[in-house]
């Protein structure tokens, strides 16, 4: 702390008529000037106009003032704007604080000015006791790795690798399989322009190997990644090849000795590769692979080889170690394979395929050569059906929608009729034909210009046939309204897109969440649908969820540029709201604790055995989780200090506490939430006095037995939506499991249940905020003042023993 | 479609499958020829080929058990089984890829018959074999066969033929010994070593002569003691897969005849099937340093 005497300018902004007509400013001037250490105030009409910010840096200058509190609109809108013009003035942007009077007072109380009014004083005293008890903070610079790891070599990697590799970065792309590509090297034609998907790719996959700026590590695990934004360690297991890439040629000689075959999965295992073999011709790296699964070491390969000696039995799994500023998860989806045998007789009847497997079907360079031909009798099928939804849009197997199945099925419906016109009949059983942007529309109408016939209603079975094992397709069609069977030779399964195999490693590794559907979460759907929760790590392509090419070649670029703003710069600042923990409290040193280590949703405690607790600052997020979590109370979240809070709260409640909800409100749901009530306008009662932290996370069960003790009729700690809204992770998870214990001691000591609430409120939900604070003042009404006394004359001696240690310690300071 | 595994199995055979998309693998096991030795076991790379020794207690033979996970159709146990009794297929066709890759090596079959020396009427060789694998024919002039040698006007103009269904002939040489006319010369496949320590032998066990496939190599002597006879035994090591006591059987392959091959899967094959003695002396012979580098680094 600054150690000199605080000296605090309040300037209550009227926003024209958005607060003053509402709120008595003048009032509300005058009664900061009699708060502790206020040395000026003033009100104004536009606080954040050019004239008002002028009054406050010259305020600052002729009054002195060390501290500045701000009375206008919410933080979340313009504390930026503030914090800028107090630092123009020379004051430590942080030692600035806001009220806010307008989204949680004039806007949602309009018919109750004398209430608003009374709020407002309230909500500028709040700010005051905290203002007295802000500190100076440096923005943290953190030095930058000017390299990015692009994780997973798909059409989505592909193109961010290669859009920072000519940005000038060093670019790492690690690959999980022998050669990059993804699924997009497997299938046929594309839609809707149906041009070669391997001859668009190829030349792309060609341009990442041959750019000085990419260094492809294929065939690698990704093993660990610690570190922070511009600053990660990444760890990497190459597995061995066997051969040595340097030496291999890519000339295949090797290949055709080979006497061992097995199934291919890059060819769903329709067709074979050999032991030594690359999975396709157009493989990028071009480095053949033994597999020694199958290999029976006969060693024709190394005869074959000869002089080039590019095999190496000995070779051994090799880690390597990366350091780079950013990352870009680009690791895709996989399809899902009706293993079961009881969907539509998949794995059970020889001609029902998966699309994927049509792909390689009708790929010149498949297994049949292109032939689209039955498992059953090798012969062509003069009848198709392609049923859509197989997996998808089933509450049962995968809820949402696989977003690119109704288009492929159009292309492969397509596709047949181009190949084999009259000869075949097509029947697409779809539930609806999802054809959006540019181009599909077109296609779709194609489709049915080419007398592909559509039936509308979901498949209830597949039969077979067992002397022709040709296929019934049973369907109630919604346009007839009844039910409807076909009779066909090849049945085709759209079958959804899933989360790629080991998600949740990469999710555990990285720290990133999933969404319930298990693909990678993004930080906003709309505003962030690039970023993660960890800052310096991106997402591309459909490992957020379903994409077509189009769009994961975009999000590629986007990540591209989103990691950029990282690696052009020097140093990345972070916002000094990070914890700190104080060596001399820490119990680390004498037991096993590291409860902070375990609660800290990204790992950035390090509790070492015998040794305080430490916080890796770059990696802070500054959720204040652990400063909630210590039981020793020696962690302290900068801005949001125990003794800062435990002001707010005492000065919330000076007056008629039994009258007041006190709440915690997360910042960027509940809070948000909060104030979209205010913007839109729904009005409820003027009775919560909130206060604003980071995340949910934050709140301290001494803040709630506080509040309780200083007499509070409710408190209210609202957060994100379980389970995975939080911005930090899971800084509402350990709220929840905290405040849980809590109110049950809290009821078991007599307190009535209704007073202490929990509940989730995103940033769009200001309806179910205005409601939830409705209903909470109408139970605190019904519940009436009078029990509310008495039950905090019991309760206070018990809160009173269980804060005096932390009372002790506040007071002190 | 997605690719199947299948196993199928009745008393004469056992088949097991993979079956994809455009191509068909199969492995089919002939009960009637296997006689559940220790060879293909012991070469397959992939540990897919198993022998399954009755439970404790259960009263039943040992049999082959095929794993359809594992099994990759390399073909090395059928190019191995010195009976024939083991059949790979790709696509319908019989085919043995590791042979024709020259991967492994084909077994050498070396049986010579001179049937000018054989006269009308004799059928020694064909009653003598154990596996029933000879035919005898009276034949004319034209090479059509006589029923009724005794109806036939002019006897000096018949002819023998002999033939031998070899693919499935392990090559005991009874045949050649019990030949009256020394019209049969063979060498066999496999040389080596047998011998039985009575004295191990549990009172009145019998297990390895009754699953011995050659009646000649092992035999109870008078006394009732198992003796092996080294000209007969094809080394299979069938006894030593029921005898009940370790070590009462000791059996050594030291060489085995092969076509020429260079491949570090035989030697694997070879270290497993020989004793070190033998295969070195291969080895040396051969003079293959890589390959010999090879097999000493995997014996280190
Ligand atoms: C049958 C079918 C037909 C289709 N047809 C079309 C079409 O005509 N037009 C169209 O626009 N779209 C089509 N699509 C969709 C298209 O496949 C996807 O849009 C595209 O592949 C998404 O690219 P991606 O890079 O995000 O993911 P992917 O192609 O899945 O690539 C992901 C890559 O990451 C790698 N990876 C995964 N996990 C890891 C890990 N842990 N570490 C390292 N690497 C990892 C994978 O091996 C892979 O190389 C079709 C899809 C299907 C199923
Ligand atoms: S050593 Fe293995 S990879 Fe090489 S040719 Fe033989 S089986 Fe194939
Ligand atoms: S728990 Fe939150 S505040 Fe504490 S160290 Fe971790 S990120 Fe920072």
């Known amino acids: 702390m600054s150690g000199e005497e605080p000296r605090i300018g309040v300037f209550v902004c009227h926003c024209g008529l958005n607060i003053a007509g509402v709120i008595d400013v003048e009032e509300v001037t005058e009664y900061a000037k009699t708060l502790p250490n206020v040395v000026y105030a003033v009100h104004n009409r536009y606080t954040c106009s050019d004239p008002g910010q002028d009054e406050?840096?010259?305020?600052?200058?002729?009054?002195?003032?060390?501290?500045?509190?701000?009375?206008?609109?919410?933080?979340?809108?313009?504390?930026?704007?503030?914090?800028?013009?107090?630092?123009?003035?020379?004051?430590?942007?942080?030692?600035?604080?806001?009220?806010?009077?307008?989204?949680?007072?004039?806007?949602?109380?309009?018919?109750?000015?004398?209430?608003?009014?009374?709020?407002?004083?309230?909500?500028?005293?709040?700010?005051?006791?905290?203002?007295?008890?802000?500190?100076?903070?440096?923005?943290?610079?953190?030095?930058?790795?000017?390299?990015?790891?692009?994780?997973?070599?798909?059409?989505?990697?592909?193109?961010?690798?290669?859009?920072?590799?000519?940005?000038?970065?060093?670019?790492?792309?690690?690959?999980?399989?022998?050669?990059?590509?993804?699924?997009?090297?497997?299938?046929?034609?594309?839609?809707?322009?149906?041009?070669?998907?391997?001859?668009?790719?190829?030349?792309?996959?060609?341009?990442v190997a041959r750019h000085p700026n990419i260094e492809i590590i294929s065939y690698a695990d990704l093993l660990s990644v610690e570190g922070y934004v511009g600053n990660f360690k990444v760890k990497v297991r190459k597995n061995p090849r066997y051969v040595i890439a340097e030496n291999c040629t890519g000339c295949g000689e090797c290949r055709d000795v080979c006497p061992i075959e097995f199934p291919n999965e890059w060819d769903m295992n329709m067709g074979v590769r050999r032991a030594i073999d690359i999975p396709f011709a157009q493989a990028v790296p071009l480095i053949y692979t033994i597999n020694r699964d199958h290999c029976i070491e006969c060693y024709k390969c190394v005869d074959a080889c000869g002089a080039r000696q590019a095999i190496d039995f000995s070779q051994e799994p090799e880690e390597v170690e990366l350091e780079v500023g950013a990352i870009i998860v680009a690791?895709?989806?996989?399809?899902?394979?009706?293993?079961?045998?009881?969907?539509?007789?998949?794995?059970?009847?020889?001609?029902?395929?998966?699309?994927?497997?049509?792909?390689?079907?009708?790929?010149?360079?498949?297994?049949?050569?292109?032939?689209?031909?039955?498992?059953?009798?090798?012969?062509?099928?003069?009848?198709?059906?392609?049923?859509?939804?197989?997996?998808?849009?089933?509450?049962?197997?995968?809820?949402?929608?696989?977003?690119?199945?109704?288009?492929?099925?159009?292309?492969?419906?397509?596709?047949?009729?181009?190949?084999?016109?009259?000869?075949?009949?097509?029947?697409?059983?779809?539930?609806?034909?999802?054809?959006?942007?540019k181009g599909y529309e077109e296609f779709y109408r194609r489709a049915r210009e080419m007398g592909v016939t559509f039936i509308r209603g979901r498949v209830s079975s597949v039969i077979e046939d067992p002397e022709t094992k040709n296929l019934i397709v049973r369907v109630e069609d919604i346009a007839l309204g009844e039910p409807v069977e076909v009779e066909v030779e090849l049945v085709v399964l759209a079958t959804a897109a899933i989360p790629s195999k080991g998600s949740d490693e990469i999710s555990r590794i990285l720290n990133i969440s999933r969404g319930a559907d298990g693909f990678f979460m993004e930080s906003h759907p709309k505003l962030k649908p690039i970023d993660t929760p960890v800052d310096g790590i991106f997402l591309a392509g459909a490992c957020q969820g379903p994409k077509d090419i189009p769009y994961s070649v975009s999000q590629g670029c986007g990540a591209a540029a989103r990691a950029a703003t990282i690696l052009s710069k020097e140093e990345w600042e972070i916002e000094p709201i990070i914890a700190v923990v104080d060596p001399t409290k820490c119990r680390n040193v004498k037991v096993k604790c590291g409860i902070c280590a375990t609660k800290c949703p990204y790992g950035a405690i390090k509790a070492p055995q015998g040794q305080p607790a430490q916080v890796i600052t770059a990696m802070c997020h500054g959720c204040g989780t652990c400063a909630a979590e210590c039981p020793a109370d020696a962690i302290t979240q900068m801005h949001f200090t125990?003794?800062?809070?435990?002001?707010?709260?005492?000065?919330?409640?000076?007056?008629?506490?039994?009258?007041?909800?006190?709440?915690?409100?997360?910042?960027?749901?509940?809070?948000?939430?909060?104030?979209?009530?205010?913007?839109?306008?729904?009005?409820?009662?003027?009775?919560?006095?909130?206060?604003?932290?980071?995340?949910?996370?934050?709140?301290?069960?001494?803040?709630?037995?506080?509040?309780?003790?200083?007499?509070?009729?409710?408190?209210?700690?609202?957060?994100?939506?379980?389970?995975?809204?939080?911005?930090?992770?899971?800084?509402?998870?350990?709220?929840?499991?905290?405040?849980?214990?809590?109110?049950?001691?809290?009821?078991?000591?007599?307190?009535?249940?209704?007073?202490?609430?929990?509940?989730?409120?995103?940033?769009?939900?200001?309806?179910?905020?205005?409601?939830?604070?409705?209903?909470?003042?109408?139970?605190?009404?019904?519940?009436?003042?009078?029990?509310?006394?008495?039950?905090?004359?019991?309760?206070?001696?018990?809160?009173e023993r269980m804060l005096s240690r932390k009372r002790r310690a506040k007071t002190g300071s | 479609?997605?690719?199947?595994?299948?196993?199928?199995?009745?008393?004469?055979?056992?088949?097991?499958?993979?079956?994809?998309?455009?191509?068909?693998?199969?492995?089919?096991?002939?009960?009637?020829?296997?006689?559940?030795?220790?060879?293909?076991?012991?070469?397959?790379?992939?540990?897919?080929?198993?022998?399954?020794?009755?439970?404790?207690?259960?009263?039943?033979?040992?049999?082959l058990e095929i794993d359809v996970e594992l099994c990759q159709y390399c073909g090395i146990c059928n190019a191995v089984c010195p009976f024939g009794a083991l059949e790979l297929k790709i696509n319908g066709e019989k085919t043995i890829p590791v042979v024709k890759f020259e991967s492994f090596p084909r077994l050498i079959r070396d049986i010579k018959i001179d049937a000018e020396k054989c006269p009308v009427g004799c059928t020694v060789c064909m009653d003598t074999c154990p596996l029933k694998l000879i035919t005898v024919k009276v034949v004319d002039e034209e090479g059509r066969p006589v029923e009724n040698v005794d109806l036939y006007p002019e006897k000096e103009r018949l002819k023998v033929t002999v033939e031998i269904e070899k693919e499935y002939c392990p090559v005991c040489r009874l045949c050649e010994y019990k030949c009256p006319y020394d019209a049969i010369h063979t060498q066999k496949i496999i040389y080596g070593h047998i011998s039985v320590k009575n004295e191990l032998c549990p009172e009145g066990c019998r297990e390895c002569v009754e699953a011995c496939p050659i009646p000649e190599a092992l035999q109870i002597s008078e006394d009732g003691r198992v003796v092996a006879n080294d000209l007969f035994c094809v080394y299979c090591g069938a006894c030593r897969i029921v005898c009940p006591v370790e070590g009462a059987i000791s059996l050594e392959r030291t060489v085995i005849r092969h076509t020429p091959v260079h491949s570090g899967a035989w030697n694997k094959a070879l270290e497993k099937l020989t004793s070190t003695k033998g295969m070195a002396k291969e080895l040396r012979s051969r003079a293959l340093i890589k390959v010999k580098e090879s097999v000493e680094r995997r014996l280190a």
């Open chain 1, 642 to 799: 125990d003794a800062q809070i435990f002001a707010q709260i005492r000065a919330a409640l000076e007056e008629n506490p039994e009258d007041k909800i006190l709440g915690f409100l997360c910042n960027w749901c509940s809070y948000a939430g909060a104030d979209l009530a205010g913007t839109s306008r729904f009005e409820y009662p003027p009775t919560l006095r909130p206060i604003r932290v980071m995340c949910s996370g934050r709140v301290d069960r001494d803040f709630v037995l506080e509040a309780f003790r200083l007499g509070a009729g409710m408190v209210l700690v609202a957060a994100c939506h379980l389970p995975y809204d939080c911005h930090y992770i899971s800084g509402n998870w350990r709220m929840k499991e905290r405040m849980e214990v809590l109110a049950r001691m809290l009821t078991k000591l007599g307190l009535s249940p209704e007073r202490f609430r929990v509940d989730y409120i995103s940033a769009a939900e200001g309806v179910k905020f205005a409601e939830l604070i409705t209903e909470m003042t109408r139970k605190l009404k019904e519940l009436g003042r009078e029990r509310i006394v008495a039950e905090n004359q019991k309760l206070k001696p018990v809160l």
């Open chain 2, 1 to 63: 479609m997605p690719m199947k595994l299948q196993k199928f199995e009745t008393d004469e055979q056992l088949k097991i499958e993979r079956i994809m998309y455009a191509r068909r693998y199969s492995l089919t096991l002939d009960k009637r020829r296997c006689v559940v030795c220790e060879l293909c076991e012991a070469v397959c790379p992939r540990e897919a080929i198993r022998v399954v020794k009755p439970e404790d207690g259960e009263q039943a033979p040992p049999r």
């Open chain 1, 331 to 437: 690791t895709g989806y996989d399809i899902y394979i009706p293993e079961e045998g009881n969907l539509y007789g998949y794995g059970r009847y020889s001609n029902v395929i998966t699309a994927l497997e049509f792909e390689r079907l009708i790929l010149a360079a498949g297994p049949t050569g292109g032939h689209v031909i039955r498992a059953s009798d090798g012969k062509r099928p003069k009848s198709v059906a392609l049923i859509q939804c197989v997996g998808s849009r089933d509450i049962n197997k995968y809820e949402y929608c696989s977003g690119f199945c109704c288009m492929y099925t159009l292309k492969h419906a397509i596709q047949l009729k181009e190949h084999y016109g009259r000869e075949v009949e097509v029947y697409v059983f779809y539930m609806d034909m999802r054809s959006n942007f």
């Open chain 1, 56 to 207: 406050i840096r010259k305020a600052i200058k002729e009054h002195n003032l060390n501290r500045v509190v701000v009375a206008a609109c919410s933080p979340r809108l313009h504390e930026p704007t503030f914090r800028r013009c107090v630092a123009e003035a020379g004051l430590n942007p942080y030692l600035f604080e806001m009220a806010n009077i307008r989204e949680f007072s004039s806007w949602c109380h309009p018919s109750t000015p004398r209430e608003a009014t009374e709020k407002a004083k309230d909500l500028v005293r709040m700010a005051v006791a905290k203002a007295r008890l802000l500190a100076p903070l440096k923005p943290l610079k953190v030095p930058v790795t000017r390299r990015a790891l692009v994780l997973g070599g798909g059409i989505a990697g592909i193109n961010a690798a290669l859009d920072l590799a000519e940005m000038g970065f060093k670019v790492y792309l690690v690959e999980k399989k022998e050669s990059i590509g993804g699924h997009m090297a497997q299938l046929d034609k594309t839609f809707p322009t149906l041009d070669c998907s391997i001859c668009i790719e190829g030349p792309r996959m060609v341009d």
